[in-house]
């Protein structure tokens, strides 16, 4: 449930917006007085902000610059005052959206729906997402280095999630074992390319429904192994 702060000296009208949002699913706190409005604001986590402008203690403008310095939160103000200048100033401290009361209620859980939601993507665009390789049931997680078949995670060697892994990157393609341990142990084979062999027997022990019939990782009799996609 997201969580909004309305700092707001007009107690009716705070009212007002509290039910309305309630209503809409909000958690909702209010604060009527600037001070202990910024306060509650530096102090706790709120998903949206809607600050008025005219305030005793301290001013909607001097909170919203507050609150900008530190967070990235939606803040709608709300005012009486019609001039552009204050909508300008608002906006230039850092404010998402400006509007003019009297407003309609419902209008302000509207906006404030697309503001959360536009927030809610953008935050979440912006978190790194893990390199993952899926297909039929098994799941590679390059980045974490975990390996899942239908939701159980595999426990895999380090060798062998390397090798497990360079196979699913390059699927359908058939590598010989000289070329598989290049790659996975950085070194020529010397003649040990059954190190390669008994990796993927122990892989396909762990991955594969039924080892004499992999439906991942293929011998191609006389030449090496391949994904299958």
Not at 66 to 80: C, D, F, G, Q
Request: charged letters at 30%; aromatic letters at 8%.
């Amino acid at each position: 449930m997201s969580r909004i702060l309305i700092i707001e000296d007009e107690v009716a009208i705070a009212d007002l917006e509290k039910d309305y949002l309630e209503m809409s699913g909000y958690d909702v706190v209010t604060e009527s007085e600037g001070d202990k409005g910024l306060e509650r604001a530096m102090g706790e986590d709120f998903d949206l902000y809607i600050l008025d402008l005219m305030l005793p203690g301290l001013d909607g403008f001097s909170i919203c610059k507050k609150i900008r310095e530190v967070k990235n939160t939606p803040i709608l103000m709300v005012s009486a005052k019609k001039d552009d200048i204050d909508k300008i100033r608002g906006l230039g401290l850092g404010a998402d959206d400006y509007m003019t009361k009297p407003f309609s209620p419902n209008e302000l859980v509207a906006r404030v729906k697309a503001h959360l939601t536009r927030y809610e993507r953008l935050v979440t665009a912006a978190q790194p997402q893990n390199d993952i390789i899926e297909i039929r049931g098994l799941k590679i997680d390059k980045t974490a280095r975990r390996v899942f078949l239908n939701n159980e995670e595999k426990q895999l060697t380090t060798k062998e999630f390397d090798l497990l892994t360079f196979l699913a990157s390059n699927p359908n393609r058939v590598f010989s074992k000289d070329e598989l341990f290049r790659n996975i142990w950085d070194m020529e084979s010397i003649g040990d390319i059954a190190t390669v062999t008994v990796h993927i027997k122990k892989i396909r022990e762990k991955i594969e429904y039924d080892t004499s019939n992999p439906q991942y990782i293929e011998t191609i009799w006389g030449v090496g192994y391949r994904f299958k996609v």
